[in-house]
């Protein structure tokens, strides 16, 4: 059984060059793709159409063909890209051939210089992109950059393709910095780097010199100070069943002293406590202040993402991780 369908992989700066392009035409591809041997029990690709498809020889791909496996496969781009003053376009195509339970496939762009017999989830990169799958909870697309050594995850939730068919992900980072998530060329998501990100340091925040006051009262009810507990209210809560009868061959001499079983008392209130009230002096909640970040220049909250006007790449990897097997293919788009 075969799930996960990469088809083509395409890196380019929209309508100007296509740096990175794979079709997977022929078996040819295997001199320009490095499988990572990472793990000893790394999974192996295999060339194939998959069990269902248009064309059996057009639509061949790279598929992952064991189950709970890491996969890891990288290409070399012909030369380093950058997206200053330009719109950076990375776009794949993928087929999830049977329902997985736990498994992503993500495409990264690698610096130049990474070790792609040895690429690994810690291996550090520029971009991921790709949908992520586990259990009912995960289904979403990954959109993660790399920025002073952090990856920052995008932090609206991006709902990925479930089923079995073929999907095209593409994500656009444009120069004004902002950028748009396509699934099937429909837009799913799009804003600012600096709002969905965490590039920059928050414009504002808690005020360190401020506290709480003393005297604040944030208890929306309190005790009735006029409540009692009414004297007949104490009650055990398990008492001696009155219905249990000491047994006829029961010998005190030996079975030592006969104790009726405990039964619950259906006399017990539970734990008294007054009535709620609501507070003459409450005040709301406490919000604390918030102020400018002291460290950071005002001009700095406004300046351009440069790391991303300037992301500069010579790697593009699959890196893929399946409790199923899939299927990974990339075809013409």
Same mark, same amino acid.
């Given at each position: 059984?075969?799930?996960?369908?990469?088809?083509?992989?395409?890196?380019?700066?929209?309508?100007?060059?296509?740096? /990175?392009?794979?079709? /997977?035409?022929?078996?040819?591809?295997?001199?320009?793709?490095?499988?990572?041997? #990472?793990?000893?029990?790394? +999974?192996?690709?295999?060339?194939?159409?998959?069990?269902?498809?248009?064309?059996?020889?057009?639509?061949? +791909?790279?598929?992952?063909?064991?189950?709970?496996?890491?996969?890891?496969?990288?290409?070399?781009?012909?030369?380093?890209?950058?997206?200053?003053?330009?719109?950076?376009?990375?776009?794949?195509?993928?087929?999830?051939?049977?329902?997985?339970? @736990?498994?992503?496939?993500?495409?990264?762009?690698?610096?130049?210089?990474?070790?792609?017999?040895?690429?690994?989830?810690?291996?550090?990169?520029?971009?991921?992109?790709?949908?992520?799958? @586990?259990?009912?909870?995960?289904?979403?697309?990954?959109?993660?950059?790399?920025?002073? +050594?952090?990856?920052?995850?995008?932090?609206?939730?991006?709902? @990925?393709?479930?089923?079995?068919?073929? #999907?095209?992900?593409?994500?656009?980072?444009?120069?004004?910095?902002?950028?748009?998530?396509?699934?099937?060329?429909?837009?799913?998501?799009?804003?600012?780097?600096?709002?969905?990100?965490?590039?920059?340091?928050?414009?504002?925040?808690?005020?360190?010199?401020?506290?709480?006051?003393?005297?604040?009262?944030? &208890?929306?009810?309190?005790?009735?100070?006029?409540?009692?507990?009414?004297?007949?209210?104490?009650?055990?809560?398990?008492?001696?069943?009155?219905?249990?009868?000491?047994?006829?061959?029961?010998?005190?001499?030996?079975? +030592?002293?006969?104790?009726?079983?405990?039964?619950?008392?259906?006399?017990?209130?539970?734990?008294?406590?007054?009535?709620?009230?609501?507070?003459?002096?409450?005040?709301?909640?406490?919000?604390?202040?918030?102020?400018?970040?002291?460290?950071?220049?005002?001009?700095?909250?406004?300046?351009?993402?440069?790391?991303? &006007?300037?992301?500069?790449?010579?790697?593009?990897?699959?890196?893929?991780?399946?409790?199923? &097997?899939?299927?990974? #293919?990339?075809?013409?788009?």
């Amino acid at each position: 059984m075969k799930g996960l369908i990469l088809f083509t992989a395409l890196l380019g700066i929209a309508l100007s060059e296509v740096f /990175f392009k794979e079709e /997977f035409l022929d078996e040819s591809y295997k001199s320009r793709w490095v499988e990572s041997k #990472h793990k000893s029990d790394m +999974g192996e690709w295999k060339y194939t159409a998959g069990k269902f498809y248009g064309d059996a020889e057009k639509d061949k +791909g790279i598929q992952t063909g064991e189950d709970a496996r890491f996969y890891g496969i990288s290409a070399k781009l012909e030369k380093p890209f950058s997206n200053e003053n330009k719109d950076l376009v990375i776009q794949f195509q993928v087929k999830h051939e049977q329902k997985i339970d @736990c498994g992503g496939g993500y495409l990264k762009v690698y610096p130049a210089d990474v070790n792609q017999e040895d690429l690994h989830g810690d291996s550090p990169y520029y971009i991921m992109f790709g949908p992520d799958i @586990c259990g009912y909870s995960t289904k979403k697309v990954h959109v993660i950059f790399n920025y002073k +050594g952090k990856n920052l995850l995008v932090k609206k939730t991006i709902a @990925c393709k479930d089923d079995e068919l073929s #999907h095209v992900y593409t994500l656009v980072v444009k120069s004004d910095n902002t950028y748009e998530v396509y699934i099937d060329l429909q837009k799913k998501e799009s804003g600012t780097l600096e709002d969905d990100w965490d590039f920059l340091p928050p414009k504002k925040i808690k005020d360190p010199a401020a506290s709480k006051p003393e005297d604040w009262d944030d &208890r929306e009810k309190i005790d009735d100070p006029e409540d009692s507990k009414p004297e007949d209210w104490d009650k055990p809560q398990h008492i001696p069943d009155p219905d249990a009868k000491k047994p006829e061959d029961w010998d005190d001499d030996i079975d +030592g002293e006969w104790e009726p079983p405990m039964v619950d008392n259906p006399d017990y209130k539970g734990e008294w406590k007054p009535k709620q009230i609501a507070n003459p002096d409450y005040k709301g909640k406490w919000v604390h202040p918030r102020d400018r970040q002291p460290r950071i220049h005002p001009r700095r909250q406004t300046v351009p993402l440069q790391r991303y &006007r300037r992301c500069r790449s010579g790697c593009l990897a699959s890196e893929v991780w399946n409790h199923l &097997r899939q299927l990974l #293919h990339w075809r013409r788009l």
